[in-house]
């Protein structure tokens, strides 16, 4: 089964309905964070990540697709202003007291911050930026994304490639279905924070904003897989995609929708699995 909904976007967060933190960052570390290993593993080939690659990873969370390109030989570096759960599991994969892979953690950083706090005078500037959170899917959700890329562009080298990652049509993604069901129930907050579709240039209007030139994209199947309802459950909320929600009604109401909504993807053997494409586009700086 591959392995997730994406995050709530970093760089748009409200006020979360109270939950425990760091169980939420564990949940998106188990069950949802592995559902992007397709896309990842696609823009690490298509770039030929590998020995020689300075990656700085934008709003990086608990690290994963930081660990698959430094166990391919890059050195990197992540920075997540807003998730210090998250990073506190970043830091148990990648930093040298961990008990993770000693090829991936070789030359890792990992910083509480944004881009400018990862700038280091000795170091060679990078030349890969990824900004991996998907947008797309959440009204809002690429707000101040752009200006994120433009204080990272200083740090990175001419004509280095940065990507960034979106939903893809909702036809084509089946877990739109069950994001829906938090507009539903967010709607009376009208706020960011709720479903809608992905539209054909949001990347590409995103790079441009940042000062970036787009030079390429792809698209990539991430199934979302799940052992049960439960699992699919834990999972989704861990995202925050459904906070808005729990704010306008409550957690009892969004869980008991969320179920309903995940029962039409659940086959007979339990599992839930929900077929979707994901959009990455490279974009070059200036």
């Keep these: 089964m591959t392995p997730t909904l994406v995050q709530s976007h970093l760089f748009h967060a409200g006020a979360a309905p109270r939950v425990d933190m760091g169980a939420r ?15 990842y593993e696609a823009v690490y080939e298509r770039l030929d990540v590998g020995n020689g690659t300075r990656l700085l990873g934008l709003g990086c969370g608990s690290g994963l697709a930081l660990l698959m390109a430094a166990s391919r030989g890059a050195a990197v570096t992540g920075v997540d202003p807003s998730q210090p759960e998250r990073l506190a599991l970043a830091r148990e994969r990648l930093l040298p007291d961990s008990t993770g892979d000693a090829r991936a953690r070789a030359a890792a950083r ?34 101040g994304l752009s200006d994120l890329l433009e204080a990272a562009t200083p740090l990175a080298g001419h004509g280095t490639p940065v990507v960034l990652a979106g939903w893809g049509p909702p036809e084509r993604c089946a877990t739109s279905s069950v994001l829906k069901v938090a507009t539903k129930l967010a709607d009376p907050l009208r706020s960011a924070g709720s479903w809608r579709p992905a539209l054909r240039d949001d990347l ?22 799940y052992a049960d309802v439960e699992s699919a459950a834990r999972g989704l909320l861990s995202t925050g995609l459904f906070d808005a929600a729990a704010r306008a009604t409550d957690q009892a109401q969004v869980d008991k929708e969320l179920t309903e909504a995940l029962h039409p993807h659940r086959r007979a053997d339990g599992t839930v699995w929900m077929p979707n494409v994901f959009r990455y586009l490279i974009a070059r700086t200036p």
């Design 204 to 225: 590409e209007v995103v790079a441009e904003r940042a000062g970036l030139k787009p030079d390429g994209s792809g698209r990539v199947a991430c199934p979302f897989g």
């Design 25 to 39: 960052a564990r949940d998106w570390a188990e069950i949802q964070e592995r559902m992007l290993v397709p896309l």
């Design 110 to 143: 990992l910083v509480e911050g944004g881009p400018a706090d990862a700038a280091d005078p000795g170091l060679p500037t990078y030349n890969l930026v990824t900004a991996f959170q998907p947008i797309g899917c959440m009204a809002g959700d690429s707000e």
